[in-house]
């Protein structure tokens, strides 16, 4: 059985730091994904990366503020998330696929296991 957990959340300042933790059990985990749901909005993609680490993705909105990197020794993958801005404001998710998969997903459908996610609070 496939359980993630996130951790790492919290309250920070605009302009301040945060890494997410997604710790991965179980077989059959391929790519990561992050996303973000903020209150009365849809989910959304944040970033990805590929079992091998040799490919990752992100949305623009987080380009060159957020990397993503994956310690596959530790089944953990972290979310560096720098110069936050209110806007950030969510709680995150973090999602596995199940299959291999040349093309990182970004969509909440192409993933098949899902984490409780963390909340990420950034104060103006």
């Known amino acids: 059985q496939v359980q993630l957990v996130e951790s790492g959340g919290g309250l920070v300042q605009a302009g301040g730091s945060l890494r997410l933790s997604c710790a991965a059990s179980?077989?059959?985990?391929?790519?990561i994904g992050w996303f973000r749901q903020a209150p009365g909005k849809e989910r959304e993609f944040e970033a990805a990366i590929s079992r091998n680490c040799g490919r990752t993705v992100f949305t623009d909105s987080v380009k060159g503020r957020f990397t993503i990197s994956r310690d596959n020794a530790k089944n953990t993958v972290y979310l560096q998330m720098n110069s936050l801005k209110p806007e950030d404001t969510a709680v995150y998710y973090c999602?596995?696929?199940?299959?291999?998969?040349?093309?990182?997903?970004?969509?909440?459908?192409?993933?098949?296991?899902w984490g409780q996610g963390t909340q990420v609070t950034v104060s103006s």
């Open positions: 179980g077989w059959g985990i391929y790519n």
């Open positions: 999602a596995a696929s199940g299959s291999i998969k040349v093309v990182l997903g970004i969509k909440v459908n192409e993933y098949d296991y």
